[in-house]
């Protein structure tokens, strides 16, 4: 089993950019997964954020943040990161990592993700 710890929160300023990470457990990787970042607000539906696929070599980004966010992933794919720019108050959510196998078709989908994260709370103030 794979477990992870998401990190990077906290209160951000319109227009500022903020990277979160995802850390492995001392270990172990999540190095034959698909890794993804969702976000989720309080009573609403998980948001996809972007997907990067086990090799690094393919991503993938929601409507959302598309343009101006990368997801990247460690040599050693111990971590996880994403980077969000020109952060907007919409942006506030708690945001998780999770690592999957899904095929293409589905990897915006959250079921199909196996692990998570515990999620780190991100607040963009206007």
């Known amino acids: 089993q794979v477990r992870f710890e998401d990190a990077g929160g906290g209160f951000v300023q319109t227009g500022d950019s903020r990277r979160l990470s995802c850390t492995a457990s001392?270990?172990?990787?999540?190095?034959?997964?698909?890794m993804a970042w969702f976000r989720q607000v309080r009573g609403k539906e998980w948001d996809f954020v972007a997907a990067?696929?086990?090799?690094?070599?393919?991503?993938v980004y929601g409507d959302s943040v598309k343009g101006r966010s990368s997801i990247s992933r460690s040599s050693g794919n111990t971590a996880l990161y994403l980077q969000i720019d020109n952060m907007k108050p919409k942006d506030t959510a708690v945001y998780y990592c999770?690592?999957?196998?899904?095929?293409?078709?589905?990897?915006?989908?959250?079921?199909?993700?196996?692990?998570w994260g515990q999620g780190t709370q991100v607040v963009v103030s206007s």
């Open positions: 999770g690592a999957g196998r899904p095929v293409l078709s589905n990897i915006a989908t959250a079921r199909m993700y196996y692990y």
């Open positions: 001392l270990g172990t990787t999540f190095g034959t997964y698909t």
């Open positions: 990067i696929g086990s090799s690094g070599g393919s991503t």
